[in-house]
């Protein structure tokens, strides 16, 4: 139980912030010929479902060979360097490689490494 208490007067209305119930139950009839909220709902979701699947594939399937691919083409991140090593252990975690395949731009993504990589290194 929510502890809310409703006292309603002699006639069976409730004055809700100088607003009656009746006013409540005018607004949801003259909305009636709309699309019930609970079919818009259930539109929503349907519409927003088909697009995450359509609009981010990568993300759905953040495979390491996705970031692999990726990370071959990034400038500057030579294969066997520290970066690169460190880059390739963090793979294994699929939220990074989530995250990786999400951000937009290489140079995004070869920012963001680095950033980890110094965070990783300052702690050794």
């Not at 990726?70 to 970066?83: K, P, Q, R, T």
């Not at 731009?105 to 490494?113: G, I």
């Amino acid at each position: 139980m929510s502890g809310i208490i409703v006292d309603l007067d002699e006639e069976g209305t409730n004055d809700i912030d100088g607003y009656e119930k009746e006013h409540f139950t005018n607004l949801n009839d003259e909305a009636s010929d709309e699309i019930p909220v609970k079919e818009e709902i259930y539109s929503l979701i349907e519409l927003m479902s088909s697009k995450s699947t359509t609009t981010f594939p990568l993300i759905n399937d953040p495979t390491i060979d996705k970031c692999m691919k990726i990370l071959a083409n990034l400038l500057d991140i030579l294969e066997g360097s520290g970066i690169y090593n460190y880059t390739v252990d963090i793979f294994i975690k699929k939220d990074v490689r989530q995250v990786f395949l999400q951000m937009t731009t290489d140079e995004a993504r070869k920012s963001w490494l680095e950033y980890n990589y110094q965070l990783h290194v300052n702690k050794m």
